[in-house]
């Protein structure tokens, strides 16, 4: 009860911030003076919180990389946040997060050009309703959200990151500046039951939820931002990566829920109902917050440390996420290259 009244009312936590708090607001005393010192790549930042997120990092000076399936939505985007800042290097380029082939092109294409890789926001999602498997044979959600492929949902940025990190940490030791991964994730992760959470079931399920496919690829993008945390903290590497709640906001993936959650309910709580100015607030604030440095392997919520469920923070499930993950996206790799020849 005392959650749900602060959240009502906006109030701050002990980092200052609170649930009423905007992207902007939140990192109102950031400032990068040197643009070329500090790019960020963010996924699903074609629309929603993610745009937002886009729009205030270019705000606050960083250089942009958006990866986008329909670059024309893109540009829009892109033309939308250079109105307001006009100085903004923002660079658009193609991926697919629903095809391992897709994102391995855009690795390969981002890693030519040469330029530093400070900060990773793993913010693109997708609810489906029905089962939809991606062109690998994979549940889309899962793969989506977590391996990065659409018959992957939850491997979708698995994938994405292992690419990247590497530079990541090349990076932060030759400039001295921490980077920053952080995932998008959901308190909806906390419906997943620990008898329920396995790796084989969420890729080909037979009994299809779309609600419990969602909540799955979430709880995976907890465990995978612990597990990585562990590891790079083993490597003494000057990389952090986190996972945050943004709250309930009407956007895209809200839409999708219809028949779950309908629009009457949603205009009966819509006090409940975060803007997307809000929404993003709490993946700014992780991403640029120096109040948050050093800090990995935790979870967020409304700009604030946070509990995940006790599977989420369970060390042992999250490293046996990883290790099928890895095989799963290695065998993948390798069938693929054998298909080939």
Not at 253 to 279: E, N, P
């Amino acid at each position: 009860m005392r959650e749900t009244l602060r959240y009502l009312l906006g109030v701050a936590g002990p980092s200052g911030f609170g649930s009423s708090c905007t992207g902007e607001q939140v990192t109102q005393d950031i400032y990068c003076s040197n643009p070329s010192t500090l790019t960020a790549i963010i996924t699903g930042a074609t629309s929603g919180i993610g745009a937002e997120t886009a729009r205030v990092l270019a705000k606050r000076r960083l250089r942009l990389v958006i990866p986008a399936r329909d670059l024309k939505r893109a540009a829009e985007v892109k033309d939308w946040i250079q109105g307001e800042s006009p100085e903004a290097e923002i660079i658009l380029m193609e991926m697919d997060l629903s095809s391992f082939a897709s994102i391995n092109r855009f690795c390969s294409m981002f890693l030519s050009l040469g330029l530093p890789l400070n900060i990773l926001v793993n913010n693109a999602g997708k609810y489906c309703k029905k089962l939809q498997l991606t062109e690998d044979k994979f549940e889309m959600t899962f793969a989506t959200n977590y391996l990065g492929n659409k018959d992957m949902h939850a491997c979708r940025h698995y994938l994405l990151t292992q690419n990247l990190v590497e530079k990541m940490i090349e990076t932060s030791a030759r400039t001295g500046i921490e980077g920053r991964i952080v995932n998008v994730s959901s308190v909806i992760h906390t419906w997943v039951k620990r008898g329920r959470f396995k790796l084989s079931h969420m890729l080909n399920p037979k009994d299809f939820n779309g609600t419990q496919a969602y909540a799955h690829s979430k709880l995976a993008n907890i465990m995978h931002a612990k597990e990585l945390a562990r590891r790079l903290r083993g490597r003494n590497a000057m990389v952090t990566i986190n996972a945050v709640h943004p709250g309930v906001v009407k956007t895209g993936i809200i839409r999708d829920h219809k028949g779950l959650i309908t629009d009457s309910v949603f205009f009966l709580a819509s006090r409940l109902l975060k803007s997307t100015s809000q929404g993003a607030s709490t993946t700014c604030y992780v991403a640029l917050s120096p109040q948050l440095i050093g800090v990995s392997g935790k979870y967020f919520v409304d700009c604030n440390e946070s509990s995940c469920s006790s599977l989420a923070g369970n060390e042992f499930e999250a490293r046996t996420l990883w290790q099928k993950t890895h095989a799963l996206v290695r065998d993948h790799v390798r069938q693929t290259r054998r298909a080939k020849n």
